[in-house]
């Protein structure tokens, strides 16, 4: 890692297979909602408390996440910056 060249070149691979694994997690999260909410018409109590407790458990932290997305990309703009 000694090697500037060397190390950007891992560095760009380890980048790459972030991006790619964020993008699955991404699609794979449009079906967890949905399986979720088909959950919540569950006949087993547990499994509709189960389901309500995961999505009310998440919701306040990606609201967190799109508050802070929001709020940087409106800096990155006011200050003439990119992400």
């Given at each position: 890692?000694?090697?500037?060249?060397?190390?950007?070149?891992?560095?760009?691979?380890r980048d790459a297979i972030w991006l790619e694994a964020?993008?699955?997690?991404?699609?794979?999260?449009?079906?967890?909602?949905?399986?979720?909410?088909?959950?919540?018409?569950?006949?087993?109590?547990?499994?509709?408390?189960?389901?309500?407790?995961?999505?009310?458990?998440?919701?306040?932290?990606?609201?967190?996440?799109?508050?802070?997305?929001?709020?940087?990309?409106?800096?990155?703009?006011?200050?003439?910056?990119?992400?």
């Amino acid at each position: 890692m000694l090697d500037a060249e060397f190390a950007g070149k891992v560095s760009a691979a380890r980048d790459a297979i972030w991006l790619e694994a964020v993008g699955k997690l991404a699609g794979a999260a449009s079906a967890a909602v949905a399986t979720l909410q088909k959950l919540l018409d569950s006949e087993t109590p547990a499994v509709r408390l189960g389901a309500a407790r995961a999505i009310l458990i998440v919701s306040p932290k990606l609201r967190e996440v799109v508050e802070h997305e929001a709020r940087l990309t409106a800096l990155e703009q006011r200050h003439g910056g990119s992400k």
